[in-house]
């Protein structure tokens, strides 16, 4: 299942002087963003398996035209794994027990998008 949403990455978290733990603003807004969009999920019960493609922008250095093609930068892929697991509605990311994830720059005529697919683990 596709989904129009800019794949971001998992910050490490920040913490003030008192010892109060946060994550920065634009990653709240993307996580609440996120969690709407992914709402519409039927997650399966018990264990599952996750695959996963992010699609980020194509940037100008790249061809104009061309298909996708491997994303090697920044972000790194456990923290866009991170980001998409907080914005999963699970009970518990726990259940997640296999997962392959893969990275991409856009297409030419394709915007950013998370690729998702779920599905229930055979026991």
Known sequence: MI?????????RPRVTRTG???????YQEWIKEAKIHFSKMNIPKGAVHI???????????????????????????????KALLDALPMDDDCRVSSI???????????????EL???????
Do not use: T
């Not at 109060?20 to 634009?26: D, G, N, T």
């Not at 790249?62 to 456990?78: A, C, F, N, S, V």
């Not at 392959?100 to 998370?114: F, G, M, S």
């Not at 697919?117 to 026991?123: A, I, S, T």
């Open 3 to 11: 989904h129009p949403i800019e794949p971001v990455a998992c910050p």
């Open 20 to 26: 109060r733990v946060y994550y920065p603003k634009k």
């Open 51 to 81: 695959d996963v493609i992010f699609v980020f922008h194509r940037p100008k250095r790249l061809k104009r035209y061309g298909e996708r093609e491997i994303h090697d930068k920044r972000p790194d892929l456990d923290n866009c794994v």
């Open 100 to 114: 392959r994830a893969r990275k991409y720059y856009a297409a030419w005529d394709e915007l950013p998008n998370i």
């Open 117 to 123: 697919y779920v599905e229930p683990l055979d026991k």
